[in-house]
């Protein structure tokens, strides 16, 4: 694992994995297509947008054992760290870390795994978000639908730039989103008081005295987003209840996937020895397939 810094802040990092293929790799390796071009072997890159209700408590390291399960599934994985509730983070610094992070972080895994032994294939990304993370990665892909005036507007919903200096060619294309129990309508996490009131500590309010930001960062306020998304979620579910992703599949339109997974509580989703792992994997690899 090493770790890159996308800001100055000590929280705009992020860690990053490159698996080992085994020698002779003849291409496929599980769930991975791997694919040769003039750098060698080449991999798509996971960006991990992890979760905890936004809050400083919970950071990247609690996603690491997810990061090393894609890892060993074959790809390249990038576990983006961001300013969180408590350390100020919140309004509206999480989302500009995030969006940050996501525009600028696949062009510094080239540029620290350049004269590795595989490359990092920016023609196939695909952002994994967990939760909170969830609901920032979907976000962050529906930012085209912004208005022209925001901080975050993105004519391609969350699409990676280039970054100065660095060894990226073109930009990178996002694949889609895999949401993992996420967070994907505020103002009715707000109702529940998810996180004992998690979604009115970011946005510094509720949907009542601060419609203004729900508005632009409520992926339900945001539909359609920019590319297919992939709705995993446990009907165990305690900390997020499925209806959240229900609500949002309903009225994302055709471009979403729903998956409800049986018996799979909120943390199964992140870990590659539940039962529900392979369902992650399954989902990564189907949005990564090439499309006519």
């Keep these: 694992m090493l770790t890159v810094a996308y800001g100055d802040v000590p929280d705009q990092v992020a860690d990053v994995w490159v698996p080992e293929l085994p020698a002779g790799d003849p291409g496929t390796s599980g769930h991975l297509r791997t694919t040769t071009g003039a750098a060698g072997r080449t991999v798509p890159l996971v960006v991990v947008v992890h979760g905890g209700f936004w809050r400083a408590e919970y950071d990247r390291t609690h996603a690491r054992p997810q990061c090393a399960g894609l890892a060993a599934a074959g ?10 509730v408590g350390a100020g983070g919140g309004w509206p610094a999480t989302f500009d870390d995030v969006a940050l992070a996501l ?18 294939d920016l023609s196939r990304v695909v952002h994994v978000g967990h939760s909170a993370g969830a609901h920032l990665a979907v976000w962050a892909a529906s930012r085209h639908r912004l208005p022209a005036g925001s901080r975050w507007a993105s004519r391609t919903g969350g699409q990676a730039r280039p970054i100065e200096g660095g060894s990226l060619t073109g930009d990178a294309t996002l694949a889609g989103v895999v949401s993992l129990a996420g967070v994907l309508d505020l103002a009715a996490a707000a109702a529940l008081e998810l996180g004992d009131g998690a979604a009115p500590e970011l946005l510094g309010g509720d949907p009542t005295t601060r419609p203004e930001r ?7 306020r945001l539909v359609p987003p920019a590319v297919p998304v992939v709705l995993l979620h446990g009907t165990e579910d305690r900390q997020v209840p499925p209806g959240l992703s229900r609500r949002y599949a309903a009225a994302a339109g055709p471009r979403i996937t729903l998956r409800e997974l049986p018996g799979v509580e909120h943390f199964g989703l992140i870990d590659p020895a539940s039962a529900a792992w392979p369902a992650v994997l399954d989902a990564v690899a189907t949005l990564l397939e090439p499309r006519g």
């Design 214 to 220: 729900y508005a632009v960062a409520d992926p339900m």
């Design 75 to 84: 790809y390249a994985v990038a576990a983006i760290e961001y300013r969180r």
């Design 103 to 120: 525009d600028t972080v696949p062009g510094l895994v080239v540029a620290a795994t350049t004269g590795g032994p595989v490359a990092v």
